[in-house]
């Protein structure tokens, strides 16, 4: 485990599904305790009752994917912990019925940058206890699966990335005034098999297969150049379609028509800051840079839920990542858009 005191712990790991998991857990292991310890905490509920519920959805995980259970497996094993507790890991989020953060997510290519090249990029919005127990995950698998990096808490093997044929992608917290939810698939495994795919359409395919617990909105790119922004719900998904083709603009309320009666606004600061987004990329396109969007990251129209949120909601703009596929360069952000320390990796 690499380590350093402006960057999440790096966490590099390669080998067979549950080597990959058994090295994690060696190198996370108080983290991944102090993962599981903040998750009951956040619940409210027993350990018992959380790892049977989580226990519940096994056959779920079974059928999305085989490597990842054993991945999961080897988790168990090298953190010392309980296979009941390496899943509970990946299930945190529904576990916990949570709604998420507000989050600002955007994916631009083509006319909109100073290269052509696509950048895609958001603020992660959490509760600031976040910070000291995400990681950075590297997996390198030894089969035909892609290398991938992405953004996590530390046993959970799932979460935003990009991996070697540049495909990325993001999220957006959304809700619902009908959302119930579910036995269904959680966001968490989707987010690590969307990283083995190597385009666009293959994520959407894959979104469109798999009904899930809760609300969320993706923001998808490619190494060729594809973008692409899908809202899910349990009951199904629809594909948002901008008003340009080079952007994809998402906050947390719905954007796609049929799904817009749905949508609560249970973040008032939401569509503001989806439109001081929007106006600060227009005012730049044709001309955008990493720089460019690294200072939009740290905007604070609307203050204290700016696009870099200072506590509105409880939640902090504490993590951000912006993705290059065309570089191959993941860039992730330690602390608030205005402050936080960038660094650059290579996937």
Known sequence: MNTGENTFPLIEVSGTSYEMGYQHGVQA???VRNYLRWIEKMTGEPHELLCNCAMAFLPMFENLSVALVDEIRGLAKGADISFEEALLCQTRHEVAKAHGGGCTAFAITDSATADGNTIIGQNEDMRPEFSD???????????ERPRALMVTCAGQLGHQGMNEYGVAHLINGLHSLDLEFRRAMFRYPLNRIMLEKRTVEECVSLLEQNRTCSAFNKVICDGQGSIADVEVRPGGV??????????????????????????????????????RMRYLIKEQWGKITLDTMKAILADHEGDPAGICRHGEGHNHSIVGYIAEPAKGLFHVRKGHGCMGTWQAYKV
């Open 29 to 31: 292991r108080q983290l």
């Open 133 to 143: 127990i995400t990681i950075l995950l590297h997996v390198k698998p030894s089969d």
């Open 238 to 275: 629809a594909i948002f379609t901008d008003d340009h083709p080079d952007w994809r603009i998402h906050t947390n309320h719905y954007l796609v028509p049929q799904f817009i009666p749905y949508d609560p606004d249970w973040l008032p600061d939401s569509k503001p800051r989806l439109e």
